[in-house]
Every structure is written in structure tokens, then in C-alpha cells.
């Protein structure tokens, strides 16, 4: 079974600074989608940006951009230019390619809790 | 705004009740999906229904049912309920059953005293 491991449950950032959350995932499988969710106090979960296993090129979404290590089997989430409303929970989720059965469920990790200071 | 909306926000309720959570996916979405976020298990996949009809099937307690409607409207069961049945339920839909992009609801908090 697939799993997403986030390790670090809190982190923090300066406002303007860089800061990069980890997300580390095993499976077996060759075809897959990441994503990085965000949930604000408001509790609404947000697509930030997404990444298919068969690109080689790392995603970006404006300030926000990946680090796609597929051997490694690393997705991290890169902040730049932080703003107070970034501060949030941000979760990384693994969806496998396959479209069958529980296959098209999203697998979750933990949670980073990101706070921005002014 | 995803375009997803549930209903209520937020609910009370004691030991043993039964309450509906309604979802609504934005609109052409044709697939629902329902997630269960609690403190001690983060995420979890409960069901997905396509186009009226059940897709898959998660951690889904056997207290809990769920049906999608023929307007694509969806509703999640809760019966018997437990105090660690208090999370926040989130609803979420996508274009079809295998579209790799979930789009979610605002939730609905659910807490059972």
C-alpha cells in the first residue's frame, strides 16, 4: 500500500523569506500524481499544485514550485517570497495512475502547519 | 472558491444520533468524493460515487452509507454515532471518476458530544 510521510509537523518562515516543506512517499508503482493541498484557518482544502510522475520538469504555480525526485521518491513544496497568507496546514496526497477501485482515492500525509512571521 | 458546497457548516449532535451532510460538486462534475479528517488519523477516503453510482469504497464504517442523487447531489450518512465519530467531513468532486483532480467543499464540522 502506498504511503505519504510528512516530517516535519510545524515550520515557520519570515514574510518575503524561502521556505521548503518535505514530503516523502513509498510505492510501487511507475505512474502516479503528487499534490500539495493547502488548508487555511478557514479549513478549505486548496489545490496548490500538482505533479505527474512521467514528467521529468517540475511543476510551478507561480511562488509555489516542487522538487520532484522520483527515485528518491521526494516531493517537496518550495515557498517563495512568503506572504502572511501562506500561513496555513499544507498537506502532501498521492493519487495513483491506475483507474480502478480505490486507486483513484487520495493518500494524505500528516500535515505541515506553516506559520509566517511579519 | 472551488464551486463545491456543503451543507451545514457545522453540527452538533449527541451519542446514538443519525445526521445527513450534504455535498453539492460543482457544476458538469460528475464524481464525489467523501473524506473523513480527524486530529489523530488525518485524512482518510471514505467513497466515491460516479454519476450516481458507487465507485469505491474506503475506511467506511459500517454505521456510515452515502448515495449520489440523479441531480448529482450527494449525502453521507452518519448513524449510531460515536464521540469519535467528531471530525470534519469533507466533500470533494472531480470532472469524471478518474480525473486525477479533486476539488474540495468547505467541510462540515461534525462534533458528537
Known amino acids: 500500500a502506498q504511503t505519504v510521510t510528512q516530517s516535519q509537523p510545524e515550520m515557520s518562515v519570515q514574510e518575503a523569506e524561502t521556505v521548503t516543506l518535505s514530503c516523502t512517499y513509498d510505492?510501487?508503482?511507475?505512474?502516479?500524481?503528487l499534490f500539495w493541498y493547502k488548508q487555511p484557518p478557514s479549513r478549505q482544502m486548496i489545490l496548490v499544485i500538482r505533479?505527474?510522475?512521467?514528467k521529468q520538469q517540475n511543476a510551478t504555480e507561480n511562488r509555489f514550485s516542487v522538487n520532484f525526485q522520483k527515485a528518491a521518491k521526494s516531493f517537496s513544496l518550495k515557498i517563495s517570497d512568503s506572504q502572511l497568507g501562506d500561513a496555513a496546514m499544507y498537506f502532501c496526497?498521492?493519487?495513483?495512475?491506475?483507474?480502478?477501485?480505490?486507486?483513484?482515492?487520495?493518500?494524505w500525509g500528516l500535515g505541515t502547519s506553516l506559520a509566517v512571521n511579519p | 472558491d472551488s464551486g463545491v458546497t456543503q451543507t451545514p457548516k457545522h453540527l452538533i449532535t449527541a451519542t446514538g444520533q443519525r445526521v445527513t451532510l450534504r455535498c453539492s460538486p460543482r457544476?458538469?462534475?460528475?464524481?464525489v468524493y467523501w473524506y473523513q479528517q480527524s486530529l489523530d488519523q488525518g485524512l482518510q477516503f471514505l467513497i466515491q460515487?460516479?454519476?450516481?453510482?458507487?465507485?469505491a469504497k474506503g475506511n467506511i464504517l459500517e454505521r456510515f452509507s452515502a448515495q449520489q442523487f440523479p441531480d448529482l447531489h450527494s449525502e453521507l450518512n452518519l448513524s449510531s454515532l460515536e464521540l469519535g465519530d467528531s471530525a470534519l467531513y469533507f466533500c470533494?468532486?472531480?470532472?469524471?471518476?478518474?480525473?486525477?483532480?479533486?476539488?474540495f467543499g468547505p467541510g462540515t464540522r461534525l462534533t458528537v458530544t
Open positions: 470533494a468532486s472531480s470532472v469524471t471518476g478518474n480525473s486525477h483532480e479533486q476539488y
Open positions: 457544476s458538469g462534475d460528475l464524481s
Open positions: 460515487y460516479y454519476n450516481g453510482e458507487e465507485r
Open positions: 510505492t510501487s508503482e511507475s505512474d502516479y500524481y
Open positions: 505533479q505527474e510522475a512521467y
Open positions: 496526497a498521492y493519487r495513483s495512475a491506475l483507474n480502478a477501485g480505490n486507486n483513484r482515492k487520495l493518500i
